[in-house]
């Protein structure tokens, strides 16, 4: 990914984050931010792996660690710093690299929306919006931002492997 390409956020983007943010006003509108409401959400959250459409915690993390891999590899390859390290300590960098992280997820996240939609709509009978968000992100964009620095590190530690006599 080149640089100016990396500060452009895509329209999938942008539409992800209009679609995150909508669903967490509309999820504290309807069920409110109280301490039952968060004590059902974890008991969910705890819940939802072994239920009904679990392949969604193998597909997406699956999905995100390919897109990791592959910007890790550029970010290698660009003799970038790593991706998390980034995000964490370099305020000038940071919102670019966040940019570049929403676009290499952004249709996984909508992907876990939808599953998610359709789980609680089928086992749960009503929708979550807070719920939905907080799967989407934990099962896409958390293993991104994790795996993206250990692809770094592994294609670094290879390159230098291969370029030793």
Do not use: C
């Not at 004590?39 to 792996?49: F, I, K, S």
Request: net charge positive.
């Amino acid at each position: 990914m080149t640089r100016s390409s990396s500060q452009d956020l895509g329209l999938l983007a942008r539409f992800v984050l209009v679609i995150l943010a909508a669903l967490i006003v509309t999820g504290i509108m309807w069920h409110g931010l109280t301490f039952r409401t968060i004590a059902r959400l974890w008991y969910d959250l705890v819940e939802r792996p072994t239920g009904p459409m679990r392949f969604r915690f193998i597909l997406q993390p699956v999905m995100a660690t390919i897109a990791a891999v592959r910007d890790g590899r550029a970010d290698a390859l660009a003799g970038r710093t790593p991706y998390f390290a980034t995000v964490v300590s370099n305020k000038h960098e940071r919102a670019g690299r966040l940019r570049e992280g929403l676009n290499a997820t952004a249709r996984i996240i909508v992907l876990g929306l939808v599953m998610d939609l359709i789980y609680q709509t089928l086992v749960l009978q009503t929708f979550y919006p807070n719920e939905a968000v907080i799967i989407a992100l934990l099962l896409a964009f958390i293993p991104y931002l994790i795996i993206r620095g250990i692809a770094l590190r592994v294609y670094r530690s290879y390159a230098s492997a291969r370029s030793r006599p």
